[in-house]
């Protein structure tokens, strides 16, 4: 089990260090694409300014504590555009032109090596716009979070990561039982967007669509209130719940899926 982990994590650096090389070869675009994702990290902040300078709180959330939710929205967005939207849009290609083959062929998971195949770099700047609106939250609420708080939102993120991921698989097994799927990944786009606010900002269905059917809360408002010290035992559980089950259906329907694939050849 080791000797196969190990294996997998240096496929998983020399897929990363492919990118980064491949990124690194046109250097003028690799800073523009870093300049302009700045500039879209930065723009998610300016709907909150608009909003809190009408008023000093919403839904029972601050300037500062709204921040952190925007703060863990950037995050995962990072993660979301540099780490698994790249590799994963390329299969729904793959299936379409029948050449998913090159993949299946080799002696790894299928999974695994569709979910790595490519990462954009500069994505990482959303990481430390990410760090920098966690200090400037942090400044404006006049209270640290406390190392219990810290590590139960390290944990929660660890879940966000794996249901963010997970939702994609999903989408993406849809290529294999339909011809289009780009109106599918956008409208998830457009829905993740939501992420940005506090769950409690949404009422009646429109919450209950973005917190039980699109987990969407458990993502960026729970660990929010993770390092504000006030998420109920409920949400947590749910926080950990959801990632487990949704990851278990997302590799069954991954599977299934696989199952109908025909190739170039077939």
Request: charged residues 10%.
């Amino acid at each position: 089990m080791t000797r196969k982990l190990g294996r997998y994590l240096t496929l998983l650096v020399h897929q990363v260090r492919a990118s980064v090389l491949l990124s690194a070869q046109y250097r003028a675009d690799f800073l523009i694409d870093g300049a302009i994702e700045v500039l879209w990290a930065t723009n998610a902040v300016v709907p909150l300014l608009i909003v809190y300078g009408q008023r000093s709180s919403i839904a029972g959330w601050t300037f500062g504590e709204a921040l952190l939710v925007t703060a863990f929205f950037t995050l995962l967005q990072g993660v979301l555009e540099g780490a698994i939207n790249p590799s994963l849009t390329a299969v729904v290609e793959h299936v379409r032109k029948g050449t998913l083959d090159f993949v299946l062929l080799k002696p790894a998971d299928a999974q695994f090596l569709i979910s790595t195949a490519r990462f954009q770099p500069w994505r990482a700047i959303n990481v430390v716009t990410a760090g920098i609106l966690f200090v400037i939250a942090f400044r404006n609420i006049g209270e640290l979070p406390s190392l219990r708080g810290v590590l139960l939102a390290l944990g929660l993120v660890v879940g966000s990561v794996t249901t963010l991921y997970s939702l994609w698989i999903l989408t993406v097994s849809a290529a294999f039982y339909v011809v289009k799927v780009d109106n599918l990944t956008y409208l998830f786009g457009s829905i993740f967007d939501a992420a940005r606010w506090p769950a409690s900002v949404f009422k009646g269905a429109l919450r209950i669509l973005l917190t039980i059917v699109i987990p969407l809360a458990a993502m960026t408002t729970y660990p929010a209130e993770a390092l504000l010290g006030r998420v109920s035992p409920t949400s947590a559980a749910v926080a950990v719940i959801t990632p487990v089950v949704i990851a278990t259906a997302a590799r069954l329907i991954w599977v299934r899926s696989l199952s109908r694939y025909t190739s170039a050849s077939g």
